[in-house]
């Protein structure tokens, strides 16, 4: 795992996010000077509600002036090289907005789109937790449940007792499992087959391969197995896959008509960008196409910033789960990215100010998508590089957001 810590502003420690990490390295500084120029950018506006028009004068020219300020950092951030082009889209108090600026490929330069679709990787860990937690509140399983209770016979062996560890557990990552990614199964197994599949069974026999972080309980690692384990018991409690789960419980009732669960596909459905992957001597590569079968339930999504700005907005408003397990979901664990619930996280703004979500980072793509607790301020941004570079670049972009 490797963390990094935004300079000023919302202190957000970022985990080794999906494939032992995406994101290279410890960062310290903004990186090269600007060697690109972005070469062009769009914006939308989407009124959604007509309260607007009810506010005072001054403070709508004020929103409009702190928009044009998010907008001008993320021009800012595009002027690097390594960072292609930002997509992000939000809602502040009703309103609507996207934005997209730099290129979407360097190979072709051609113009980014605020609607383009992108690989949401660990942010499909929410959408994965929310599943479990409405299972919960439908009293079809129990977050205390063990893991033997519902995949009896699987987690076991090389110091692994299913017994020992439970679903609440796998969703805060406390559970102890290691992680069947690594740097090699990152840097050279996956780019070096990418069309391979991976099934559940043989992901979770090369986690079981290594042995316990720690005890169940007794420390905290993030580790894809706990969401992959999730997945499978979604499937064993309702006879669906979590892919049809996620589909039938969030992705059609919210109208979601971008968002995917991938599975084996190899395909962005809709417009989107060339993804550029980063290998080790810090050479940029296209790796749009790839099979997200070994990122399972724990990060094969695609969507757009529409569709997250939703699914948060929904999620974080009360709408997708009671209270009840709205406060289960907001129970925390410590960790070296913050308060950690399940499936989300929190990240603080210099002020004090909390805001609610979760990073995504696959090959060729980098994404965020936090809010505020009621839904009423969402922010979403994926950038189409892992380079070192991106970390710092969406944090400018969060502290601007987000900062008062």
Same mark, same amino acid.
């Given at each position: ?19 032992? !990490?995406?994101?290279?390295?410890? /960062? ?26 009810? @506010?005072? =004068?001054?403070?709508?020219? @004020? @929103? ?12 800012? *951030? ?7 082009? +930002? *997509? ?23 113009? /980014? ?13 929410? %959408?994965?937790?929310? +599943? /479990? ?35 609440? #557990? ?19 197994? &996956?780019?070096?087959? =990418? ?16 042995? =316990? /972080? ?44 971008? !968002?995917?669960?991938?599975?084996? $596909? ?17 050479? &940029?590569?296209?790796? !749009? ?24 907005? $929904? ?20 960790? =070296?990215?913050? @308060? ?8 603080? !703004? ?19 998508? %936090?809010?505020? &607790?009621?839904? #009423?301020?969402? &922010? ?9 570079? +991106? ?14």
């Amino acid at each position: 795992m490797k963390s990094f810590t935004i300079r000023k502003g919302v202190t957000l420690t970022l985990i080794a996010i999906l494939a032992g !990490t995406l994101a290279y390295g410890t /960062v310290h500084a903004e990186g090269q000077t600007a060697t690109y120029q972005a070469i062009d950018k769009a914006a939308t506006t989407d009124n959604i509600l007509s309260s607007e028009s009810a @506010k005072e =004068p001054n403070e709508k020219e @004020k @929103k409009r002036k702190h928009r044009e300020e998010v907008k001008r950092v993320m021009d800012q *951030v595009v002027t690097n090289k390594r960072v292609p082009s +930002v *997509v992000a889209g939000g809602l502040q108090d009703g309103e609507r907005w996207s934005y997209a600026t730099g290129t979407a490929s360097f190979e072709v330069p051609r113009p /980014v789109e605020p609607d383009f679709s992108f690989r949401i990787g660990s942010i499909t860990k929410t %959408f994965t937790a929310t +599943v /479990v937690l409405q299972l919960a509140q439908e009293k079809k399983l129990n977050l205390d449940d063990s893991v033997e209770k519902w995949l009896p016979g699987v987690i076991k062996g090389n110091g692994y007792d299913g017994n020992k560890i439970t679903i609440r #557990q796998l969703l805060n990552h406390t559970s102890g499992l290691a992680s069947y990614t690594d740097l090699d199964f990152r840097d050279i197994t &996956l780019p070096q087959n =990418p069309f391979r599949y991976y099934s559940s069974d043989e992901l979770i026999s090369m986690g079981l391969a290594k042995p =316990p /972080v720690y005890a169940p309980g007794k420390g905290w690692n993030y580790s894809n197995m706990n969401t992959l384990l999730a997945g499978q018991i979604i499937q064993k409690v309702t006879g669906d896959t979590y892919a049809e789960q996620i589909r039938k419980r969030l992705i059609e009732p919210l109208g979601m008509t971008g !968002t995917f669960v991938m599975e084996n $596909s190899h395909d962005i459905p809709g417009k989107h960008a060339t993804g550029y992957n980063m290998d080790r001597s810090g050479h &940029l590569y296209d790796l !749009t196409e790839i099979s997200q079968s070994w990122a399972n339930a724990a990060g094969d999504m695609v969507s757009t910033t529409k569709d997250l700005t939703t699914f948060f907005s $929904s999620l974080l408003g009360g709408k997708l789960l009671n209270q009840e397990m709205m406060d289960q979901m907001l129970t925390t664990v410590d960790s =070296p990215i913050g @308060k950690v619930g399940l499936g989300i996280y929190e990240i603080k !703004t210099a002020d004090g100010q909390s805001y609610w979500g979760h990073a995504g980072g696959t090959f060729g793509f980098e994404s965020r998508a %936090f809010g505020s &607790l009621g839904g #009423q301020h969402i &922010l979403v941004t994926c950038i189409n590089s892992v380079a070192q570079e +991106v970390t710092p670049a969406h944090n400018k972009i969060i502290d601007k957001e987000f900062g008062r």
